[in-house]
C-alpha cells in the first residue's frame, strides 16, 4: 500500500511537470491578414514589396512579396494583430537587413474593426492634379528655330523662358516625378525631377545645346532599338508617373496621376495634361 501510494504521487507529480512544460512551450496564436490590393506593378528583380502593421506606435513586419496578383494571407502573431492600428505598404531591397519600413511606402490605412481601407494618401493628394507641355526642341537649336519642334516634349508653359504649370503634392522622400512618352517600342523616359521650375535629372535623348529650366526632353541622340530618332511626339502618349527613388526597373510605376496627348501644334500651343485617378493603387486589408 505505502509502494502504490509512493508511485501514485510520482505520477501524478511527472503527470504536473509536463503540462506545465507542455504549457510553456506552446506555440503562439496566430492569425490570418489578407491583402486585397489593385493598381500595383511587378517591381524591378532588387526589389519586394513589404507589409507593416502598427502596433503601440511601432511598425511590425507582415512579410513580404512580389507578386502583384491578390488576394495574399500571411500568417501573423494574433495579439500584434489584434492590436494593430494601421497598415502600411512600403517597397524595400531585396536583401533589406533594416528592421524599419523604409521611405518609399506605398499604401497607408486605419483599422476600423477588421478592415483596413488603403490608398497613396502617404504619397501624396493628386485629386486636384494638373499640368500642361507644348513640343520644342531647344537643345539641338543653339538659340535659333529649326523647324523640328515636334521633336520635343517640355512640362510648362512656354516663354523666355517657360515657366511651370503642374498642379501636383510635393513628394515625401523616397519619390520622384517621371516623364514620359510612349514610342514605338514602348515608354521613353524624359528623366525624373522633384521640383519643377528646373531640368530634371537627365537628358539620355537630348542634343548638345542646354534645355529650358523645365522638365523635359528632346529625342535626337542614343535611339533606343525599336525606335526611329528624331522621334516625332505629335499624337503619341505623354505620361507624368511617380516613382520610388531608388528605382531598377525601366518600366513607369503604377502610379500615374497624368496622362496627356500630343496635338499637331507646337510651341507656343500647350497641350493638357488630363488626371489618371483611376491608376492609384488601392484596396483593403483584413484580419481575421
Known amino acids: 500500500m505505502i509502494k502504490k501510494t509512493i508511485f501514485g504521487l510520482l505520477a501524478i507529480g511527472l503527470f ?30 532588387d526589389y519586394v514589396y513589404e507589409g507593416w502593421i502598427i502596433v503601440n506606435g511601432q511598425p511590425v513586419s507582415t ?8 488576394p495574399q494571407t500571411f500568417q501573423i502573431d494574433a495579439t500584434q494583430l489584434d492590436n494593430a492600428t494601421r497598415f502600411v505598404l512600403s517597397i524595400e531591397p531585396l536583401n533589406d537587413t533594416d528592421l524599419a519600413p523604409a521611405d518609399t511606402k506605398v499604401l497607408v490605412g486605419d483599422f476600423n474593426g477588421t478592415t483596413a481601407s488603403v490608398n497613396t494618401d502617404i504619397v501624396g493628394d493628386f485629386s486636384n492634379a494638373s499640368g500642361a507641355f507644348f513640343l520644342r526642341t531647344p537643345t539641338d537649336e543653339s538659340g535659333t528655330n529649326n523647324g523640328n519642334d515636334e521633336n520635343g516634349v517640355w512640362f510648362g508653359t512656354p516663354g523666355m523662358p517657360p515657366v511651370p504649370n503642374f498642379v501636383l503634392p510635393t513628394l515625401p522622400a523616397g519619390w520622384a516625378y517621371e516623364g514620359w512618352v510612349v514610342g514605338e517600342s514602348g515608354p521613353l523616359s524624359t528623366g525624373t525631377f522633384t521640383t519643377f521650375n528646373t531640368a530634371d535629372g537627365a537628358a539620355p535623348f537630348s542634343g548638345a545645346s542646354a534645355g529650358p529650366p523645365v522638365p523635359g526632353e528632346d529625342f535626337f541622340e542614343n535611339t533606343p532599338a525599336g525606335e526611329t530618332f528624331p522621334l516625332d511626339v505629335r499624337g503619341r502618349t505623354v505620361v507624368i508617373s511617380v516613382e520610388p527613388v531608388p528605382d531598377d526597373s525601366v518600366a513607369p510605376f503604377a502610379i500615374k496621376p497624368l496622362v496627356g496627348t500630343a496635338g499637331n501644334e507646337t510651341a507656343p500651343t500647350t497641350h493638357a495634361f488630363g488626371q489618371n485617378l483611376g491608376s492609384l493603387p488601392m484596396g483593403s486589408v483584413t484580419r481575421n
Open 63 to 70: 512579410g513580404t512579396f512580389s507578386s502583384a496578383t491578390f
Open 16 to 45: 504536473a511537470v509536463s503540462c506545465s512544460s507542455d504549457d510553456d512551450n506552446s506555440a503562439p496564436t496566430t492569425a490570418d491578414l489578407t491583402l486585397n490590393l489593385q493598381g500595383l506593378e511587378v517591381l524591378g528583380s
